[in-house]
């Protein structure tokens, strides 16, 4: 982590930069296909201990990335997409924690993408990218940690997305996790998110300029893009959130098939922020992983995943999220203890749905500190 000195640190962890870790050993995937070169983007925040017993894995979402907290620069608007969970006194406090978030492979904010270089003729990968999975983004993210000298995670966490990663880390890993913490998660992805995934997906696919995936010399899909995030962002909220944001507000003198409520202006001012920062293969290629994405089916059973693992696991579900509801999480420590692992839920009451995990940061922040706190006392 580095501070820029030409301007005041603000509150948190302060001024941190991107960071980027280069293989040129192939990554062996799920499919039995390769990736290499390999590129992970990172940040780091607080300090390693000597005994290397502090670092705590942060694992992002769909649309999230390695910038996790903090800020780049004096002109950022905003800080890291979980900036008020990372930092000094925070529930990832980096006074005592060492925080790692890295971008997963397969994403396009520095780690290996579609719209990163071939290797063999430097354009980028585009339709020729391998098909990814949860897993394979663990394994890289192994990669990293082994770079870094961490023999053991303290804990990894990471919420929707996120947190499968965490759980794979810890059934995959027994031996290098001690605690993970799953926020608005599953073991699985059901067949109402497999369906919201692949709307979206047909979307992109369906506009003209996605040319297969080999869009990269011309204009991207944005209108593809637009509806796929459009569609995504509804299923992030809920029907109460909505009803108090923007009720039926709008234009009633508009006449034409335009945006006319307020809640159409909303999603198209989000279509257009993803589109400025976010590529459409990437979406593509990350939620067919999210798709694939099935514990009980690899190991056999949820129980036989659990009895794999060796962490102690913190549960959060949010009471408005109706994308991975809170029976999910139940059904994780159902399995979890039918194993004799240790699984805490806690159960949030919030009107703010599946983003709850991004916004309501009071509770789940003492929920995290007392479980951490009891990790490092062990």
Same mark, same amino acid.
């Given at each position: 982590m580095e501070a820029f000195v030409h301007a005041p640190t603000p509150e948190g962890v302060? %001024?941190?930069r991107t960071q980027r870790m280069h293989w040129t050993t192939p990554l062996t995937l799920a499919s039995g296909a390769t990736l290499g070169p390999l590129t992970l983007a990172y940040e780091t925040y607080g300090e390693l201990a000597p005994d290397r017993s502090n670092a705590i894995l942060i694992l992002h979402a769909l649309s999230? &990335?390695?910038? @996790? =907290?903090?800020?780049?620069? !004096?002109?950022?608007?905003? +800080?890291?997409?979980? &900036?008020?969970?990372?930092? !000094?006194? *925070?529930? $990832?406090?980096?006074?005592?924690?060492?925080?790692?978030?890295?971008?997963v492979i397969g994403g396009c904010r520095g780690s290996t993408g579609p719209s990163s270089p071939h290797p063999v003729d430097g354009k980028p990968y585009g339709s020729r990218f391998p098909i990814i999975t949860i897993e394979d983004m663990v394994r890289a993210q192994?990669?990293? /940690?082994?770079?870094?000298?961490?023999?053991?995670?303290?804990?990894?966490?990471?919420?929707?997305?996120?947190?499968?990663?965490?759980?794979?880390?810890?059934v995959e890993q027994p031996q290098r996790v001690?605690? @993970? /913490?799953?926020? =608005?998660?599953?073991?699985r992805s059901s067949p109402q998110t497999v369906a919201w995934n692949y /709307?979206?997906? *047909?979307?992109?696919?369906?506009? +003209? *300029?996605?040319?297969?995936?080999?869009?990269?010399?011309?204009e991207p899909p944005r209108d593809g893009l637009a509806v796929a995030r459009m569609l995504g962002h509804i299923t992030y909220l809920c029907e109460e959130k909505l009803e108090q944001r923007f009720g039926r507000r709008g234009d009633p003198g508009t006449l034409d098939l335009g945006p006319r409520f307020a809640i159409e202006h909303y999603l198209e001012h989000q279509a257009a922020r993803f589109n400025d920062r976010f590529d459409a293969n990437s979406y593509l290629v990350i939620t067919r992983a999210m798709d694939s994405w099935d514990l009980a089916a690899r190991y056999g059973s949820l129980e036989a995943a659990f009895d794999q693992a060796r962490a102690r696991?913190?549960?959060? =579900? %949010?009471?408005?999220?109706?994308?991975? +509801? +809170?029976?999910?999480?139940?059904?994780?420590?159902?399995?979890?203890?039918?194993?004799? *692992?240790? $699984?805490?839920?806690?159960? /949030?009451?919030?009107?703010?749905?599946?983003?709850a995990f991004l916004t309501d940061l009071d509770?789940?922040?003492v929920l995290i500190r007392d479980f951490l706190d009891r990790l490092a006392a062990e």
């Open positions: 302060g %001024y941190v999230g &990335d390695a910038h @996790a =907290a903090g800020y780049h620069s !004096p002109t950022d608007r905003k +800080p890291g997409w979980w &900036d008020g969970m990372i930092g !000094p006194g *925070r529930a $990832f406090d980096t006074n005592r924690y060492f925080v790692i978030c890295s971008n192994q990669r990293l /940690i082994d770079a870094l000298g961490i023999e053991t995670l303290l804990a990894v966490a990471g919420g929707s997305m996120g947190g499968f990663q965490a759980l794979a880390w810890a001690r605690g @993970a /913490i799953l926020l =608005a998660t599953s073991a /709307i979206g997906r *047909r979307a992109i696919m369906a506009d +003209p *300029r996605w040319q297969g995936g080999d869009y990269y010399d011309g696991f913190l549960g959060l =579900a %949010y009471s408005s999220d109706w994308l991975y +509801p +809170p029976s999910e999480t139940y059904q994780m420590a159902a399995a979890a203890h039918a194993a004799g *692992r240790s $699984f805490t839920t806690h159960l /949030i009451t919030t009107d703010a749905g599946h983003d509770m789940q922040s």
